[in-house]
């Protein structure tokens, strides 16, 4: 106790305190009043020692665990993301093994289309071959017997020329000299007795005999080669280069156009406003109208100053494509949720709706005569709707991807379709064949349009190019660069208009000669892509369905842009009335249909 009060005394500075303590500290003891019963002070300074080098080994133990934990939560942090690595690794790799698969299953199942095609194609071959052969065979020897026949006839010539300058020396009541080229082989008829040498030893009959069983012989075996020809490939006649104008009324009858409905089932649903005896209340008068309508469309206000007239939700999902009727007041509509629909402008009724594909609509245009719908889908299908039976009449399958576009030429024979397989398609729609594939795009094809009254179709491509094919003859006739990005869009221009336009993913605008094969406009309605595009009937105005919700309307004669501000998403379609030009129809993300004049 004394020594603690002595510490802290002297560490203070308290001296004579001190002093004062250790003299009374002293005296009680000596008198030994003190008691040792009482408490003792704890000696604090050697505890709180003994505290403070147990709170440092505690911190250096502290410290070492708090750096194990680091390294040990570095390795575990190190290790999670290898797995992950690894895991997405080796979820590509199973993505990439199922897709070989699938691949190597197309394949498959394609050869196995293709084997039976190629062994009859290469026994019709041989047929033809071994035709060809009887034929070389036959030709030499009508040859060689032509040649044996002509020198017998000169023989006979010169003979009957030395027997006629005998007679006329010696008397003048002989006979005349026959024509020259007359075959004197034959037997006279006044006596019986051959005029000439008899024929050849072997030889049976005049050599006209032997000339006619040989051109008999030649003749079957042209009808063999030919009918085996015919037998190689069915015949399809390509229209003709130069056909008439589509605004002619010749080749469109009345009664070829039927109504918009139909019967119900099969999977087309009618509204009850819609007709329900599936045929039109038109007359040839009509379609006379319409076609001098396209011919020579009204003039009214210039697309420039048109704004909204009305609008309408026609799907539950997003508007995906638009096409106009080229008789009635009606747009059809394909839709993200795989279902297409008829409606009636401006009203936005529904006249009739249909579905039967497994994933999304790409595309939809309406057959020229107004008499069928074609439909291109992610499912890899082209179908076709027909009204008048209202069903699916045929679903046209050869792309190995999906289908983004699909168009009908203007004599409703012939079908084109683009496709993500990079190729594009043309059908036979009556046989509901595939009669050519055109391949050359690098990348997916995202369009494809027909020039007016031709066989050349256009295709537009992810690879940035236009592209011009001959589809007789499977050749790719003009490639068209100088976009920045992929092409999502063609249109082809009116008849003798000669031009055409296509718009890509930064907005570009490009109008091109396809006579001269060259650019003549270019205009930036970018940055947001530029999803569709349409001309209309007097090559004047270019409508352009932006990714921003406008509508861009160019002039192409003055080369200016007005929007049209309407959508309350993205623009995905557009089109011109293709009577009179004197509307458009968009169509949206926003599910809306719109109606522009």
């Known amino acids: 106790m004394d020594d603690f009060v002595r510490n802290f005394l002297q560490r203070n500075g308290m001296r004579a305190t001190l002093q004062t303590f250790e003299g009374e500290w002293y005296r009680h003891t000596a008198a030994r009043t003190v008691s040792p019963a009482n408490p003792m002070v704890p000696d604090n300074y050697r505890e709180t020692m003994a505290l403070l080098n147990r709170i440092e080994t505690l911190e250096r133990d502290l410290r070492q665990h708090a750096e194990l934990t680091t390294r040990v939560t570095e390795q575990w942090t190190q290790a999670k993301k290898d797995r992950e690595y690894h895991r997405v690794n080796h979820q590509r790799v199973v993505q990439e093994n199922a897709r070989l698969s699938r691949l190597l299953k197309q394949a498959g199942q394609h050869a196995e289309q293709v084997n039976p095609t190629l062994t009859e194609s290469r026994v019709r071959c041989e047929q033809l071959l071994k035709a060809k052969s009887l034929l070389i065979i036959e030709r030499d020897k009508l040859k060689r017997d032509n040649e044996v026949l002509e020198a017998r006839v000169a023989e006979l010539e010169g003979q009957q020329a030395s027997n006629a300058n005998t007679m006329t020396t010696t008397t003048s009541t002989t006979k005349p000299k026959p024509p020259a080229g007359q075959r004197t082989g034959k037997a006279s008829p006044g006596n019986g007795k051959a005029k000439g040498p008899s024929p050849p030893p072997g030889r049976r009959g005049p050599a006209s005999s032997t000339a ?77 109208a319409a076609a001098a309508a396209r011919l020579n469309p009204p003039v009214g206000s210039p697309a420039t100053e048109w704004a909204e007239q009305a609008n309408f939700q026609a799907h539950t999902l997003p508007v995906s494509s638009v096409a106009l009727h080229p008789f009635k007041p009606v747009v059809a509509s394909g839709c993200d949720d795989g279902t297409w629909r008829l409606s009636a402008l401006p009203s936005g009724d529904a006249v009739v709706s249909g579905q039967g594909h497994a994933n999304w609509i790409s595309s939809v245009c309406l057959h020229p005569r107004g008499t069928m719908l074609a439909t291109g889908s992610g499912d890899k299908t082209v179908k076709l709707w027909d009204f008048a039976s209202s069903r699916c009449s045929v679903t046209l399958v050869g792309h190995t991807e999906g289908v983004w576009d699909v168009d009908f030429q ?55 190019s236009v592209a011009v094919w001959d589809a007789r003859q499977n050749t790719r006739v003009q490639s068209f660069t100088g976009h920045r990005g992929a092409v999502l869009s063609v249109a082809a221009g009116p008849v003798d208009s000669n031009v055409f336009v296509s718009c890509d993913t930064q907005g570009a605008v490009m109008l091109w000669d396809a006579r001269r094969m060259a650019q003549l406009l270019r205009v930036e309605c970018g940055p947001q892509p530029a999803n569709c595009t349409a001309i209309d009937g007097s090559a004047h105005f270019v409508a352009v369905a932006s990714d921003d919700g406008t509508i861009k309307v160019i002039d192409v004669e003055e080369t200016v842009v007005t929007e049209l501000v309407g959508h309350e998403g993205p623009v995905q379609s557009v089109a011109f009335d293709v009577a009179s030009s004197r509307f458009l129809v968009s169509g949206g993300s926003d599910r809306t249909i719109r109606y522009w004049s």
Not at 447 to 455: G, V
């Open 410 to 464: 203007d004599t409703g024979a012939l079908l084109a379709s683009a496709g993500l397989d990079k190729t594009a398609r043309v059908w036979d729609v009556e046989k509901g064949v595939c009669r050519q594939a055109l391949r050359g795009h690098l990348e997916a094809v995202n369009a494809a349009r027909w020039l007016p009254c031709t066989n050349l179709l256009l295709t537009g491509s992810a690879d940035k």
């Open 212 to 288: 006619q069983a040989k051109g008999t012989a030649v003749d079957g075996a042209v009808d063999a080669a030919a009918a085996a020809a015919d037998a190689m490939a069915e015949v399809f006649v390509w229209p003709a280069d130069e056909r008439p104008h589509r605004g002619g009324t010749g080749a469109w009858s009345a009664s070829s156009v039927v109504a918009v409905g139909g019967d119900g089932g099969g999977g087309a649903h009618h509204n009850a406003g819609g007709s329900s005896s599936g045929r039109p209340g038109s007359s040839s008068a009509a379609v006379a």
